[in-house]
């Protein structure tokens, strides 16, 4: 067999080789936001009411705590009346389409107008 012939097969060989690995192993492991118990400033913390005179469903205050990015449905009429993102870039998603991007370490109330929030999510 030329040497050729040999090269080429042993690439061949171990570029299918390589193929392999990527397939079969994830680059980045996606973490889900999953709610927690406030035990640290560090984490978003969201206190609200829900709102729902005709629909059945959640009723009265709530409060949350979350962790690791992703993406957390407060479902239809949650309305956030204080959130402290902790050490956590985020972004409200309201009901009407508008995103409010609220940067790490900051506490923000709304005691008149609350945003009716759909979902939260941390970067």
């Known amino acids: 067999m030329s040497t050729i012939r040999k090269t080429t ?14 397939v079969a192993t994830p680059t980045n492991a996606a973490h889900a936001m999953n709610q927690t118990p406030c035990t640290s400033g560090d984490l978003l913390h969201i206190w609200g009411h829900y709102s729902r005179p ?31 993102t902790g ?11 508008t995103a409010i991007r609220i940067n790490r370490w900051n506490i923000v109330t709304y005691p008149n107008r609350p945003p009716n929030i759909t979902s939260i999510q941390i970067f």
């Open 54 to 84: 005709l629909i059945a469903g959640p009723s009265g205050p709530f409060e949350y705590c979350a962790a690791n990015a992703g993406t957390m449905n407060l479902g239809a009429g949650a309305w956030v009346d204080k959130i402290s």
């Open 87 to 97: 050490n956590n870039d985020i972004q409200m998603n309201d009901a009407n389409g």
């Open 9 to 22: 097969r042993s690439l061949f060989a171990v570029a299918l080789l390589a193929a392999g690995f990527s």
